[in-house]
């Protein structure tokens, strides 16, 4: 059942004279009209901090990366446990991988593949778990994952860092901005970090813009930052101390409480083109075409050689919430939270969190 989005595809605007990168996707549509990953009830896991035998993608799986390897689909995506209150946040976070030959049957590994461990990240992911990934691939082939580190104790989280040959043994290299400018952002609250790609045949791998890799992060706006290695990062500020924030909100559209960091943006010739989550406002200044609240896909459109120059945005979403089990769940205010993004069998493949609830899949044809 292939179900198009009501609403359609928004017109990007010019922002003044500057010319508008033509996106590379075409209209979004689901392939299925239900989930492609669930949670499982019966998968269990020793947590390696307590020693207790957990259920660790018993309540909630959701909020997945996605990338392409030997001609499959594999995707990391966040899994909560039964442990905690059940609210948003109290459960324990870790994250599980999942691998499909046709990008909507997907086979789920019974164990996670990134977790809270007695390790050196411990303090910064427990209690509280990692969250959230985002997934892009070196020039050299190693697989770089950014993703939430969240500690209830010191309720503090950042953007973690780790690395993997084969997407199943991880390295944490903890987090991104450590150390950066001095040290001003070690202790920094940031989270939902995006690495800018271009397409390779059917990898999207990292790329440089002016000899720099380049990362768009955070929520409440979209901000950037740089580095030569894919590990370690530093913010672009405004002034000393002062984070250059390049997407902000806007009173009256999907965005108008905050847009966050979504899948690996896409460097075109003509510019970057980034799929982004907007959140709506609860109240005055939201958008009225949307429930309150609600998390909806929208589009820019960076300069190519300067990813600070907006050259459009859309005013209407490109994907929203509209199946049952993407306005109920966990967040019934309605979320289709787009973090994955692959070029798979000739279409582009997008995977969103469902409600902080599932995973489901969009498919686009090429432009």
Known sequence: MRLGLATGVAVFLALGTAAVAQSPFGTWTRPVDQPVIRPVKDTTFTDPITGQTVHWQALHTFNPAAIVRNGQVYVLYRAEDDSGSMTIGGHVSRLGLAVSDDGIHFQQMPDPVLYPAKDAQEERESPGGVEDPRMVESPDGTYVLTYTQWSRKLDRYSVGIATSRDLVHWQKQGPAFQGALGGRYDTYKYKSAAILTERKVEKLVAAKINGKYWM?????????????????????????????VVLKPRPGLPDSDFPEAGPPPVLTKQGIVMLYNGKNKDGEGRDPKLKAGTYAVLQAALAPDNPEKILSRTDAPVFQPQLPFEQSGQYAAGTTFSEGLVFFKGKWWMYYGCADSFVGVAMAAAK
Do not use: C, M, Q
């Open 216 to 244: 768009f992060w955070g929520d409440l706006g979209i901000r950037l930052a740089t580095s030569d290695d894919l590990i370690h990062w530093t913010p672009v500020e405004s002034a000393p101390g002062e984070v250059k």
